[in-house]
């Protein structure tokens, strides 16, 4: 087992990585303060996982939260339901939320905690790997808007994050594609020896290699650690975490919740920053198709839904979180491995972006 560090003061918390944690009660007990403990679940997961997990809890008073699954269901109505279960069990202030899940799972449960009187412990427990990179790490949590992905929620961290990297092997292929584009994510923003790294080893991830999946986690966790501990609440350098997400969550939102995975959107969107980065003289053609044949090998879609107009992306754009009084920021690449955000760019590159043709992109020619 790995153990990595978010430092943030009285806030710090221990991120464990390694096979088979989940029957490990010795790493949960340090972080329950009360006799209650209520885990969050779905649908999904809950038949695969949460024995396990409640036998590991066996010396507290349990109750479980069955979610509906998916994107879509990241809303007020089933937010509801979590606070209807603490307090139909009437859980107290000392009792500790479980998050055993994906991002989906992770954020929700964490924004109940936030919310439940006016804030409860939590702990994730992530099972697919785009929550194990990213979304159990840096207390973002939150639901969606019809209008905007993650508009309504809160700052939230958790006491600790469990991640059983065996979880992994029950994920659909396609659930572990999307992980991937946040993991080539912090090569792209912060590590391009990582991209390499990559490069080398992502037929084994695809393929569930243990080891691989373990150092991909660490290494992605540890970037994400660092970020998070510079500028928890995004003023600054947290923003670099949202490569390709404006592009992204503006195909999230408009394709429907859950049509796009949250990952695929990412990939594309990222191909996008990709392709604004090159249009700016930031990075070379080159560069960018090397990103565009990475997401591509990680199975990944490189090239926005053909229905979306210039004009939706920039509707749904204009409500991101990086807005500032009317001005959109944009994460870009300066250079591969180093990201910035920007407001200063002209506009007609930013529509050239929008207008670009993606599809004769992917065939990467030379
Ligand atoms: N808070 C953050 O910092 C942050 C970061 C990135 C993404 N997110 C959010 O995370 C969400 C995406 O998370 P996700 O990709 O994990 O999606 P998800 O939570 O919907 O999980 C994907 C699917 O995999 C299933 N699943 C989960 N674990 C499984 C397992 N071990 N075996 C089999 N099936 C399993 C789920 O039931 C679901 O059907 C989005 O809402 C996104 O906005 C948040
Ligand atoms: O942790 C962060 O900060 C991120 O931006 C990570 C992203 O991968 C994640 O999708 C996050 O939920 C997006 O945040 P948002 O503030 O743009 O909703
Ligand atoms: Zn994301």
Redesign the pocket.
Known sequence: MQTLKVDLGERSYPIHIGEGLLDQPELLAPHIAGRQVAIIS????AP??LERLSRSLAAYSVISVILP???AH?NWETLQLIFDGLLTARHDRRTTVIAL???????MA?FAAACYQRGVDFIQV??????QV?????????I?HPLG??MVGAFYQPQAVLIDTA??????PR?LS??LA?VIKYGLICDEPFLTWLEEHVDALRNLDQAALTEAISRSCAAKALVVNADERESGVRAT?NLGHTFGHAI?THMG??VW???EAVAAGTVMALEMSQRLGWISAQERDRGIRLFKRAGLPVIPPEEMTEADFLEHMAIDKKVIDGRLRLVLLRHMGEAVVTDDYPKEILQATLGADYRALAQLKG
Do not use: F, M, R
């Not at 779905?42 to 997961?45: D, K, L, P, Q, S």
């Not at 992530?126 to 929550?131: F, I, M, R, W």
């Not at 990213?134 to 939150?142: F, I, L, Q, R």
């Open positions: 779905n649908e999904t997961v695969l996982y699954d998916g994107e990241k899940g994906g991002g989906v799972i992770g954020d964490g992530p099972t697919t790997l785009l929550s990213d979304s159990s790490v840096g207390g973002k949590t939150g969606n992905k993650n979880t992994l092997n029950t994920l659909p659930e999307a992980g946040e975490l999230e919740y859950g995975l949250h990952g």
